[in-house]
């Protein structure tokens, strides 16, 4: 019984950990994103695309080789999706989080060289010792 209630009890700081949390966040919000990216793509990009080239859906597009089917459209829809997916990431997440940590980077080194300008009078204090160490 004690192991079984060490075990459980190791189980539950596991569940409770931080990361495993943040981790099964992040899955949910990229779930829910995949389909808005998604329904950019079908309901949004892929009309673009007909418009201008004339096919809608690409599904559609295969070859047929000793009876076998290759369906190279459904991976042209993929490929889409995949760069569409990758440009929003890009542009929505990577450069502005780009864009925060440069600027926290830049605030903590004015932060560090505010620290490091010396005040005149500690500096004439220091002088004043280093002579008087000189003298002695």
């Known amino acids: ?18 990361n495993v949390v943040d981790l099964a ?25 007909a418009a201008i080239g004339g096919q ?18 459904s991976f042209i829809n993929a490929v889409i999706a995949f760069v569409i997916l990758a440009a ?3 542009f929505v997440v990577i450069k502005p989080v780009n864009h925060l940590m440069k600027l926290a980077a830049r605030r903590e080194a004015q932060e ?5 300008a010396v005040d005149p009078q500690l500096e004439l204090l220091r002088e004043i010792r280093d002579e008087l160490k000189k003298r002695k």
Do not use: H, Q
């Not at 019984?1 to 950990?17: G, P, Q, S, W, Y």
């Not at 809608?56 to 459209?73: A, H, I, Q, R």
């Open 56 to 73: 809608p859906d690409f599904s559609g597009l295969t070859f047929t080789v000793n009876n076998s089917k290759f369906m190279y459209g």
């Open 25 to 49: 966040v992040a899955v949910m919000i990229g779930t829910a994103f995949t389909a808005v990216v998604t329904s950019l793509v079908k309901d949004i990009i892929t009309p673009l695309i």
């Open 1 to 18: 019984m004690d192991k079984i209630a060490v075990t459980l009890n190791e189980f539950k700081k596991f569940l409770i950990r931080g």
């Open 112 to 116: 560090e060289a505010k620290e490091e």
């Open 88 to 90: 929003v990431v890009f």
